[in-house]
């Protein structure tokens, strides 16, 4: 090069290594707010949780250590037994339904359907709406007297009989079927995203071997898309152990406390009962649910990741 | 073969098209149920049934609902907590993602010592499930004078939905290769010009998924909005939900469909109009966690 | 044009016990045009980031032009790097590129203009100066790359494996245009690459690195030549040098070694004097394919030319050579014949051995074995 112009970023020294210091901990100091938000938020009052379980607090804290006895009385407690054994039917049929369903439609839609954008916007849009909103129609169409079996009766069917909204036996059959409508889009959503990711070489050649479409989705296809089926549970596992907002619009936990979910039972011992210790245990009971779930889950994936 | 195999199947086509419109009409039908109901006067919805049309169309149940009907002790409607909700949700959308944007910005182009660690914990933070930091929560914004205020719930929603957001940028600028900001860099570039001039307006996409994932969230609410919020500071969630299950006076049915459909009107907007990116927030958060 | 040492460059990663760098010591003279070449992670790459100063070294200096940059922000060590993958900002148009550090480093407008027209001239890209990367094809991308890094005038550029990214035919015809724009320019180049055939071509001097440890620092023809090691022999050439194990023997005429082929004939190949004291002991003998050849008249009066007949197991005709497979001491041997002399596979044909360019290494440290 004939003649070197020397840009006059190399001039400046002083300045610029103060500067070049500052840029160094900019990085921090930008993550600094969340490391803060988060690190109180989450698990510092996780903590906090934690101790005020094993305290007797009611209305007010109060720091007594009393050892296990709020998980003891939580373990003697009928209602948290009920929410217990409720989410136990809810979470495996809401998972259950959701993934049947899900999959299903997810490979209906992966046959070059022709409307295949608009269906797809329709069934998930009741994801984009607020469970309160979905329990309000849900009440209203399940409604025992004015909704579907009026209609039924309505349309000829004098003998249709549908009153599980207010039957303390079957009230958290309906919390499914609401939950489902809801979140079932949203599987057939992640399905359908993992096949488009898969090779079509592999069907191609499936069936150059001769396999039936049938045969080659279920032993092909669908095994191949098992993360996919894990991160699916992995969601629904978790929103079926924090429903509250569809319980609480649909049922409130009623009739008497036969729709409670760990959720609402935390909800109304710590905010409206004044029980803050048994409201902590069963949240920390919760948290403990919830890990038992991801540990392998994250184990796995990291796991998984670490062979890139 | 292929054309062959296609004809041979016809059959099973139409069974396919036959379930997939099936279903697409049950996930229709509580919307259409809603609406209608909520255009029903209140003889209407005695005598008819579900999914007959209304004989009268009438927008009694909308006004109604709107500034008059009773959620709780009060009868102003809900048009307030409508507001309410978004003097809450905007500033909690903005500020969360803009935090979520430079987070992921920093880890993902300007790893330390503990930013994986870091990333990790706020992974982790994604899935607590909320009842474990909602007594502490109350007693913190309580102390801090923001219980029952929007500043409270901007406050909640900013600290539960950074992780999200910061999942989102962080797996949107970790596919953007290193050598970029590299050769800005070398071009002379610092932290922030590298973030403002490169990176940032590369980022619609991903920000726009930002963006309606927490404004849905947000908007849809009702756990922080019951536990922090009481009276004129409620979200529209619990104003429905009061609404719905107040149990003085009659039921108007119509009333509580309008209502439903007042506070689901901006999520739908929002979804149709931009309903890519939010499919893509929903995915991306679950597949690449 | 600037010079520029590097001093025993050392660079260790948190959390990995070996040393990605293991003591590097390269000067490279004002104009030079170094290639760091070597398998993928023996540490070239990492070795060009810290002279970037996009990585921090460990220990050891980077000295440029008398001063030391080691602990340099990247944007005042006044270096342009032009990456493998072009790393184009994608939202910035082709002239926006060129000028983006220009601007940063507050140049006035009309300078910017002048510079960008200047270099968008010199790489011929001045029609494409409006269009956003994502409209250009490879080639031009690479152009784009190398004129944003030509516009800073900097003191030293640094190419990082540049056309690995474009297709063969598109690769030498850059690498053509690179060797051009270095002999116009006349700028000191580092460019690091795995491809032997670019360093072969386009640099002054050549690093062979290995296990971040540098194997052999050259000119092109030293390091083909006269390897330095098994390794680097093994590395520069295409088809690779053959090694053949044998054992020195005296001969009437000087030192000698036999080999055996495939079919158990045997051949006496005549070895250079200088290996006289190794008589007795074993060497490995490194041939490449065009050392051995067809007869050729001319070259039959040397002491060390030898010829045999060989069993010839595989051809692979390439155009121009015919690329023959013997075995020699059970070991393949690559040898390049003359299309208009065919050989059959299957067949014994006679070959020719032209023992002067041949080298030896010792078994035991795998090192050349000097002429003394």
New interface residues.
């Given amino acids: ?1 004939e003649h ?7 001039v400046a020294k002083a300045p ?1 290594r103060l ?2 210091g500052l ?1 160094r901990w ?3 100091l ?2 600094a ?3 803060v ?10 903590i ?2 934690g101790v ?1 379980s094993f305290t007797s607090s009611s209305f007010l ?1 109060v720091y007594d250590f009393v050892g296990f006895d709020q998980y003891a009385k939580l373990m003697d407690n009928d209602r948290w037994l009920t929410a217990s054994v409720n989410l136990g039917i809810f979470g495996g049929l809401f998972i259950l339904c959701c993934l049947v ?1 899900g999959v ?2 997810a490979i ?2 992966d ?1 070059k ?1 022709r409307q295949e954008g608009a ?23 399940l ?1 025992p007297s ?3 079996e ?2 039924m ?3 000829g069917w004098s003998s249709f009989s549908f009153d599980w909204l207010v039957n303390s036996d079957m009230a958290i059959y309906t919390i499914v079927i609401a939950a489902v ?1 809801q979140a079932s ?2 599987v057939m ?2 399905f359908l ?2 096949l488009r990711g898969v090779d079509s070489a592999i069907i191609r050649a499936a069936r150059v071997d001769g396999a039936s ?1 049938p045969r080659i989705y279920w032993s092909i296809i669908l095994p191949s898309l098992r ?2 089926f894990f ?2 549970v ?2 629904l596992a ?1 929103i079926a ?2 429903s ?2 569809l319980v ?2 649909m049922t ?1 936990g009623g009739p008497g406390y036969s729709t409670d979910l ?2 609402v039972f ?2 109304t011992h ?2 409206t009962r004044g029980q ?1 210790g048994l ?2 245990a ?3 009971l ?2 403990g649910a ?1 890990l038992a779930l ?1 540990v392998p889950y ?1 184990y796995s ?1 990291l796991r998984g990741k670490r062979h890139d | 073969m292929t054309e062959r195999s296609h004809s041979g199947l016809r059959p099973s086509r139409i069974a396919i098209h036959a379930v997939l419109i099936l279903a697409a009409l049950v996930y229709l039908i509580p919307l259409f149920i809603m609406l209608i109901t909520s255009f029903k006067t209140p003889m209407d919805i005695r005598t008819g049934n579900l999914m007959a049309l209304p004989s009268e169309w009438t927008t009694l149940g909308w006004s109604k609902a709107w500034s008059e009907a009773c959620t709780g002790v009060q009868c102003d409607g809900i048009r307030g907590y409508f507001w309410n909700s978004f003097k809450m949700t905007v500033p909690a959308v903005l500020i969360s993602t803009l935090l979520g944007a430079f987070n992921g910005y920093v880890l993902s182009k300007w790893k330390f010592r503990g930013s994986d660690l870091f990333f990790g914990m706020l992974l982790f933070g994604c899935f607590v499930p909320f009842q474990v930091v909602l007594l502490p929560m109350a007693a913190t914004l309580g102390k801090l004078g923001l219980a029952n205020t929007t500043s409270g719930l901007v406050l909640v929603h900013v600290v539960y939905g950074v992780a999200f957001t910061t999942l989102f940028f962080r797996n949107y600028y970790v596919a953007i290769p290193d050598a970029l900001v590299k050769a800005a860099r070398l071009d002379g570039a610092g932290f922030f010009t590298i973030f403002f001039r490169i990176l940032l307006p590369m980022s619609t996409p991903i920000f726009m998924v930002s963006l309606i994932w927490q404004f849905t969230q947000i908007w849809n609410d009702f756990l922080f909005g019951v536990v922090f919020a009481s009276g004129d500071s409620q979200p529209i969630t619990v104003a429905l939900n009061n609404l719905v299950n107040t149990s003085t006076g009659v039921k108007e049915y119509n009333v509580d469909m309008a209502a439903a459909m007042i506070a689901a009107l901006p999520t739908l907007v929002v979804y149709i109009v931009a309903g890519k990116y939010f499919i893509r927030g929903l995915t991306a958060g679950s597949i690449k966690g | 044009m600037s010079q520029l040492e590097l001093r025993g460059i050392r660079k260790t990663y948190p959390g990995i016990a070996e040393e990605t760098l293991k003591g590097i010591d390269i000067d490279i003279a004002s104009g030079e045009f170094l290639i760091l070449v070597g398998p993928s992670g023996c540490g070239k790459s990492t070795l060009l980031n810290t002279i970037a100063g996009l990585e921090s070294i460990t220990d050891g200096a980077i000295v440029l032009d008398g001063q030391d940059i080691s602990t340099m922000e990247p944007k005042d060590r006044d270096i342009a790097m032009v990456f493998q993958s072009y790393a184009l900002y994608p939202t910035m148009t082709v002239r926006e590129n060129i000028a983006f550090g220009l601007k940063i480093r507050g140049l006035p407008k009309a300078d910017i203009d002048r510079e960008v027209a200047r270099v968008a001239d010199l790489l011929q890209i001045s029609h494409l100066l409006d269009k956003k990367p994502s409209q250009l094809s490879g080639g031009q991308q690479q152009r784009v790359a190398m004129g944003r890094a030509l516009a800073r005038r900097p003191r030293i550029y640094l190419f990082d494996e540049p056309l690995s990214n474009l297709d063969a035919k598109l690769r030498v015809e850059m690498r053509t245009e690179i060797k051009k724009l270095h002999q116009r320019l006349g700028t000191t180049i580092v460019y690091v690459t795995h491809d032997q055939i670019e360093a072969m071509t386009l640099a002054d001097r050549i690093a062979v690195l290995k296990d971040g440890e540098l194997q052999q620092l050259g000119t092109p023809k030293e390091v083909y030549d006269t390897p330095a090691n098994l390794f680097v022999a093994g590395f520069m050439g295409s088809p690779a040098m053959s090694f053949v194990p044998v054992t020195v023997a005296r001969g009437e005429r000087g030192p000698e070694a036999e080999v055996r082929g495939e079919d158990g004939r045997s051949l006496t190949l005549p070895l250079p004097d200088y290996l006289a004291d190794r008589v007795g002991q074993r060497v490995i003998l490194g041939i490449r394919p065009e050392h051995i050849t067809q007869p050729q008249a001319q070259k039959q009066d040397s002491r060390l030319v030898a010829t045999g007949a060989f069993t010839i197991e595989v051809t692979e005709p390439t155009g121009p050579d015919v690329i023959a497979l013997i075995h020699l001491n059970d070991t393949p041997v690559h040898c390049r014949i003359d299309p208009e002399h065919p050989v059959t596979w299957g067949e014994s044909a006679e070959l020719m051995f032209d023992m002067k360019k041949v080298v030896f290494f010792d078994p035991e440290t795998e090192q050349r074995i000097a002429p003394h």
């Fill in positions: 090069m070197i112009q020397h840009t006059p970023a190399r610029t500067l070049d840029q900019l990085p921090k930008v993550v707010p969340t490391f938000l988060v690190g109180i938020g989450i698990y510092a009052f996780m906090w949780t005020l804290p369903i299903v439609l209906f839609l046959q359907i269906l797809r916007t329709i069934y998930l849009y009741p994801m984009a709406l607020s469970m309160i909103v979905t329990g309000t129609v849900w009440k209203w169409i409604n004015l909704g579907l009026k209609l009766h309505d349309w409508w889009g949203f959503a992640l995203a993992g479409l993360p996919v991160s699916a992995m969601v978790h152990i924090k509250f907002d609480m619009a409130a760990p959720a935390m909800y710590s905010f803050m409201g902590s069963s949240a920390m919760m948290l919830i991801l994250l994936e």
